[in-house]
């Protein structure tokens, strides 16, 4: 197990004031428009629905930073933690939380009205954003995600650090070659044996499992192969490689090629007479999706005596 120390970066209390003062004065000035209308020497910013408009949009934008910068300079907690299993981000009021390093597929920057945002691109994004019940990070996520292709984006305007010292600390522990270990050393498992590890099959009949008349199959191999199969009346018609790698303890991910991206998949394995039943937690009983590899764990079944 690696002893490394997580790596903090606290929150900047001079920064998030600066952030503040400028936000409570753009309040200031859209109220001092709203109440007063002055004139304006340009035509179209002195018609009353624009200037009334500007004053509104000034308020409520500057007013929702006026309350952010307030909940962090109360907020404890570091800005950002990178530690082995993930980035941990807690820079805004609307940060993700905790991202896996297994799920981060890359890092990029972007400029917008000359502010840079660094961009974490991840494999499973509308997964981040289904997870979030406070609709104003829900929001602010499909935004991110629509406009620069990841939910998360961190900017350094709260951090005791720059973008570029941020991003090269990122890029250092994507790079680590220890990661993977240390996420598999945290799983634990039934006699050093992952119990994913064997055939999970299910009849496509009445969902009991293993009639062996037709059906589906997953083949979980300990070397993160698989393969998925079907077959009728004893006879298979089809099969499929796969690869398959966890990320978690109730948590893996899946893809059919190496063109293709990874797709993540929460499960659950509970008991079922004598068979262990394997479902993605996302599927509902009136989804049918045969060919998708995720729907068809609505329910697969392996006999626990199984060491396939």
Not at 89 to 104: L, M
Not at 150 to 179: F, G, Y
Request: include cysteine; proline fraction near 4%; aromatic fraction near 10%.
């Amino acid at each position: 197990m690696s002893t490394n120390r997580p790596i903090e970066i606290l929150l900047s209390k001079s920064k998030l004031t600066k952030m503040l003062i400028g936000s409570i004065v753009f309040v200031l000035l859209g109220c001092w428009i709203l109440i007063y209308q002055p004139d304006i020497s340009n035509p179209l910013l002195n018609n009353p629905v624009v200037k009334y408009s500007i004053s509104i949009a000034s308020i409520l934008f500057f007013g929702s930073g006026v309350i952010s910068c307030l909940k962090k300079l109360t907020d404890k907690k570091p800005g950002i933690i990178i530690t082995e299993t993930g980035l941990i981000d807690n820079s805004s009021t609307v940060s993700a939380g905790h991202i896996p390093w297994s799920d981060i597929k890359g890092i990029s920057t972007v400029k917008v009205m000359k502010q840079q945002f660094l961009i974490i691109e991840v494999f499973n994004p509308s997964y981040y954003i289904n997870e979030q019940s406070n609709l104003l990070k829900k929001k602010a996520m499909e935004y991110n995600y629509k406009s620069y292709g990841s939910p998360h984006t961190i900017s350094a305007n709260s951090l005791k650090c720059d973008l570029k010292e941020l991003m090269n600390l990122i890029e250092n522990r994507l790079l680590k070659p220890s990661q993977e270990a240390a996420l598999v050393e945290d799983i634990p498992t039934k006699g050093n044996k992952d119990e994913l590890i064997g055939v999970w099959e299910n009849d496509l009949d009445d969902g009991s499992g293993l009639h062996a008349i037709w059906g589906i199959a997953f083949q979980f191999n300990e070397d993160g192969t698989g393969l998925s199969y079907s077959w009728q009346k004893g006879q298979i018609d089809d099969e499929t490689p796969f690869h398959w790698e966890r990320i978690s303890e109730n948590t893996m991910r899946t893809r059919y090629s190496i063109e293709e991206e990874w797709e993540v998949i929460e499960y659950t394995i509970t008991p079922y007479g004598n068979l262990l039943k394997l479902t993605e937690n996302k599927y509902q009983s009136s989804q049918r999706e045969e060919e998708e590899f995720q729907g068809a764990l609505r329910g697969v079944f392996k006999r626990i005596l199984n060491n396939l």
